[in-house]
């Protein structure tokens, strides 16, 4: 029975990367930050463990407490929205402590048991990372990191037989907006330059629910992927993964700035 361990599983994306790997008769570690999501977890069947991503102490009990590990899939992580000068940069740090520094953490932490597995590592990124849009700049930001890092894991764990693999998804039902919002909410404030568009800096925290794909079709499309051999390097699943990318990589960087600075409320002086 292959063993995954999945981090960020108390809903959305996470939970149905469990369920799916889960039903398809993989052992399934799954990590949440909260007791009570832990508990839920545990509830429906699943090795689960309650894991900060950041806290290299848990992660290297969490490391002794395995037996062996064939696919680790990093996907926890939030979107920091609003505008970059007002989260700043304690905003930003928190945004790649979680997204991006803890991706490496993970991993390095769990790189014995995969090396030994010569098993699969999946980064969870975003199209957010090839299509960069106004407040949500680091979120975007962290996602690009996500793809740079992904590539440079991709070549330097090849010998050692271990896989990387980057999956982009584009809108997914999820808690992902809800979650956003309340980001936003907490740095613009009335007092915020960007106060007078603040409705386009809630719909980009909405914009993730945009005729968003199931969770569930999200989860079968990374299953099968990790079942090809070779694995990917790079998959886009969900409603927008391809049509974003390839309008960022085919419209003119002007003609593409001048249709966000509309869609965003920025063509007018603040």
């Known amino acids: ?56 102490e848990a992660l290297a009990r969490l490391a002794e407490e395995l037996e062996t ?20 940069v304690d905003a930003m740090r928190q945004q790649f402590e979680t997204n991006v520094f803890a991706v490496v953490g993970v991993t390095r932490a769990l790189f014995p048991l995969l090396r030994r597995a010569r098993g699969l590592v999946v980064n969870i990124g975003s199209v957010s990372g090839v299509l960069v849009t106004p407040f949500a700049g680091a979120y975007c930001a962290s996602k690009a990191a996500v793809h740079a890092l992904s590539d440079a894991l991709r070549l330097e764990l090849a010998p050692f037989g271990i896989q990387v693999m980057e999956v982009q998804p584009g809108a997914i039902a999820s808690q ?33 629910q945009d005729k968003p794909t199931p969770a569930a079709v999200f989860a079968q499309g990374v299953l099968a992927a990790t079942r090809k051999s070779p694995a990917p390097a790079l998959v886009r699943l969900g409603n927008g993964s391809t049509a974003l990318p390839l309008l960022a990589r085919l419209l003119p960087q002007r003609l593409l700035d001048a249709v966000l600075r509309k869609r965003f409320g920025l063509l007018r002086p603040l």
């Open 176 to 208: 992902f907006a809800s979650n956003a919002q309340r980001e936003a909410a907490q740095v613009l404030t009335p007092s915020s330059p960007w106060w007078p568009v603040r409705e386009q800096v809630a719909a980009r925290a909405r914009a993730s």
């Open 1 to 56: 029975m292959p063993t995954v361990l999945i981090t960020g599983c108390s809903s959305g994306i996470g939970r149905a990367l469990a369920d799916a790997f889960r039903d398809a008769g993989h052992h399934v570690w799954a990590t949440a930050r909260k007791a009570e999501d832990v508990e839920r977890l545990s509830a429906a069947g699943f090795s689960a463990r309650q894991l900060d991503v950041n806290d290299s």
């Open 69 to 88: 590990l064939d696919i680790l899939i990093n996907n926890a992580g939030y979107g920091a929205m609003g505008p970059l000068l007002d989260g700043g």
